[in-house]
């Protein structure tokens, strides 16, 4: 685990803290979208949001403002991917992060892989989003992406206690270790196909124009509006 003065680069998972805020129906759609430099700020206002719990959940350490506000200012979107959720007002209420490490850096999968790269997976989840199914299809495509990306290790790493990402990584099967308070889950992807290559730029172009109407209906919302003398 991390001292308080380091900000791992190593995503952790977070969901912690019960449900809160609006409730969710039953078939509330889930847009994930890549996330870019353009998001990074909406990240921040993320990332600073999460309450001590969930921080220490995500980044395995209760990290002050300061340092998530570094965490954040680090992120290499050339180096990584990342994906996001966004609701109705244009807050990010979900995040996954998806970083490549070489294989010979992760002595767990030496053997797991002939690929010269493996990916690990972390999440966090807004309090008010909780119980939406986000951090599942967060989850899921982290690794269509890493399936179409020739990546076929996909590694976590939480707290033991984080029940909620235990229960994720089993229904997805991956295989789970558990040592001094933490869990390590890892999972085998099959190859990619014609159909997951389609899947994930099909998803992607539907989150792109969900966003693009979500942020159209809030620029004319705030301008009828400021017709009307509101503030």
Not at 45 to 74: C, I, N, W
Not at 75 to 85: E, H, I, K, P
Not at 180 to 193: I, M, T
Not at 200 to 209: H, I, K, N, S, Y
Request: charged share 25%.
């Amino acid at each position: 685990m991390n001292s308080p003065a380091t900000v791992s680069p190593e995503p952790l998972l977070s969901m912690g803290s019960p449900p809160s805020g609006e409730p969710a129906g039953p078939h509330t759609a889930v847009r994930v979208k890549e996330l870019s430099e353009r998001d990074r700020r909406r990240m921040l206002m993320h990332f600073l949001a999460l309450v001590d719990s969930d921080r220490l959940l995500r980044f395995g350490t209760v990290l002050p403002d300061e340092l998530v506000t570094r965490y954040v200012q680090k992120l290499d979107f050339a180096r990584d991917t990342l994906f996001g959720v966004y609701n109705s007002k244009l807050e990010l209420i979900g995040v996954g992060h998806l970083a490549f490490a070489p294989r010979d850096a992760m002595p767990l999968f030496a053997e797991a892989t002939t690929k010269e790269l493996v990916a690990e997976f972390g999440l966090s989840v807004s309090a008010s989003a909780r119980s939406m199914g986000i951090g599942t299809k967060l989850f899921e495509r982290a690794a269509i992406h890493c399936r179409n990306g020739d990546v076929d290790t996909l590694y976590m790493h939480c707290l033991a206690s984080n029940h909620t990402m235990i229960r994720i990584a089993r229904k997805a099967g991956m295989q789970i270790h558990r040592s001094h308070g933490e869990a390590d889950a890892y999972l085998k992807l099959v190859p990619a196909n014609p159909s997951s290559v389609m899947q994930e730029a099909v998803e992607e172009q539907v989150a792109q124009f969900d966003y693009t109407l979500k942020a159209n209906t809030r620029a004319a919302v705030k301008w009828l509006n400021s017709l009307r003398g509101v503030k």
